[in-house]
């Protein structure tokens, strides 16, 4: 099981307020769109380092952050608030310079099914080039994002002909080709991985291995990942963000931050929660039963 321990970031750069400068931070983001407000002022961070799983039930508003970090946002939405990476305000950068800080793997990538998967992650090193096109040591960058993903067997296979595993992989390389120098730290230290669902429709062994890349990742650059399974949540991330009609309900280390009395506030239903020497098992009731 992985320790949650929200203090450990000794050795990385903080601040003069103790903050950690070189992870992601969200100050007061709101998102809305026609009047209704999607997220709402909001304020979170993600270390360098860790993995933060950001939890809520559906429609809370966990893919409209994650979207609004990335700088995507829906047509005619109003976005106000700071993202910080590495101290600095990614909300000021250009679109393009601000691809290569960020990546964001969302649920159901579009994948063009004739693609090979080295070229899909081609499309990865866009945002470093003026026009379409590539440029020495490009592929280089190429290749290291799909052995750094795990999807160097799958290069020269098809997008259409992949399963949901492996077409996550590919997704996953691709977002670390789109980031500077990827598979080279320190670099990757300013950069932040935004993912997703990743398990979503994943079995249980592909879960465990995509979690096990996802924690390679994590070492040096903050990620972030959206899940619907709290145990999950709990066993694999280092912290919690719990989100609930568009704002943030809690945020620290799984003990403080998924207690039953938060689920049934949130979801509605009783939870039992039970540590083990290999993650957290949670059992749930309806509230009535
Ligand atoms: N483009 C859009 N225009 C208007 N409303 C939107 C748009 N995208 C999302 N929403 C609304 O914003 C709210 C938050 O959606 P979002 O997808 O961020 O939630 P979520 O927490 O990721 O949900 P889920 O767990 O079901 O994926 C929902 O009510 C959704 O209907």
Do not use: C
Not at 130 to 140: E, K, N, Y
């Amino acid at each position: 099981m992985t320790g949650l321990d929200v203090t450990g970031l000794e050795g990385r750069g903080l601040d003069e307020r103790g903050l950690d400068v070189s992870g992601l931070e969200v100050r007061g983001l709101s998102v809305a769109v026609r009047g209704r407000t999607l997220v709402d002022d909001v304020s979170w961070s993600a270390p360098a380092g860790q993995i933060t799983a950001l939890v809520g039930p559906n429609g809370a508003g966990k893919s409209t952050m994650l979207r609004a970090i990335a700088g995507v946002v829906p047509e005619r939405a109003r976005r106000s608030g700071e993202v910080l990476l590495g101290g600095e305000r990614l909300d000021a950068l250009p679109g393009r310079e601000r691809a290569r800080r960020v990546a964001l793997v969302e649920q159901l990538a579009d994948a063009v099914p004739q693609l090979t998967a080295r070229e899909a992650v081609r499309l990865g090193r866009t945002p470093h080039h003026r026009m379409l096109g590539f440029a020495i040591g490009d592929d280089a960058l190429v290749e290291a994002a799909l052995a750094e993903a795990g999807a160097t067997a799958l290069a020269e296979r098809r997008l259409g002909e992949l399963s949901g595993g492996e077409l996550q992989r590919v997704h996953i390389a691709r977002a670390l080709a789109q980031q500077p120098l990827a598979g080279a730290p320190p670099a990757a230290a300013s950069s932040a991985l935004l993912l997703d669902e990743p398990t979503n429709h994943l079995d249980v062994a592909w879960q465990l291995d995509l979690l096990e890349l996802v924690r390679r990742l994590a070492a040096d650059r903050p990620v972030v990942l959206t899940v619907h399974d709290l145990a999950l949540a709990a066993t694999h991330a280092d912290r919690v963000v719990l989100v609930d009609r568009g704002r943030v309900v809690a945020e620290g280390g799984r003990d403080a931050v998924l207690t039953p009395d938060r689920i049934r506030a949130v979801y509605g239903v009783d939870a039992t929660i039970e540590a083990h020497p290999d993650g957290v098992a949670i059992r749930y009731r309806r509230m009535d039963a």
